[in-house]
Nanobody, 123 residues
Framework: QVQLVESGGGLVQAGGSLRLSCAAS????????MGWFRQAPGKEREFVAA????????YYADSVKARFTISRSNTKNTVYLQMNSLKPEDTAIYYC????????????????WGQGTQVTVSS
């Protein structure tokens, strides 16, 4: 079992930045590829970014590439999402998740989820 707790969401103006954090409870955190997803009102949950256990590989949705950066600290059991140049269309609840098998781009490949943190970008 892995418990995940996100933080760092909030209200920001377009063009601004936020850094999300996701703290994991499990000591074997470093074994998990971790992902960030988001869900906007009335839309399906979508992939944002993922990072392998040792941080050696990262994956991004085209919509956030070059603006968002995923990273992790295995000593702190935490994964981060640095979001720059935010746009109103980035407004959503952001979730972190632990990958348990399959394709990193699909939410059904993640078996553990946090409760989400709201990000609102005003125009």
């Amino acid at each position: 079992q892995v418990q995940l707790v996100e933080s760092g969401g909030g209200l920001v103006q377009a063009g601004g930045s936020l850094r999300l954090s996701c703290a994991a409870s499990r000591r074997t955190f470093s074994r998990f590829t971790m992902g960030w997803f988001r869900q906007a009102p009335g839309k399906e949950r979508e992939f944002v970014a993922a990072i392998t256990g040792n941080g050696g590989s990262t994956y991004y949705a085209d919509s956030v590439k070059a603006r968002f950066t995923i990273s992790r600290s295995n000593t702190k059991n935490t994964v981060y999402l640095q979001m720059n140049s935010l746009k109103p269309e980035d407004t959503a609840i952001y979730y972190c998740a632990a990958f348990t098998g399959g394709d990193v781009y699909y939410d059904h490949s993640y078996g553990y989820w946090g409760q989400g943190t709201q990000v609102t970008v005003s125009s």
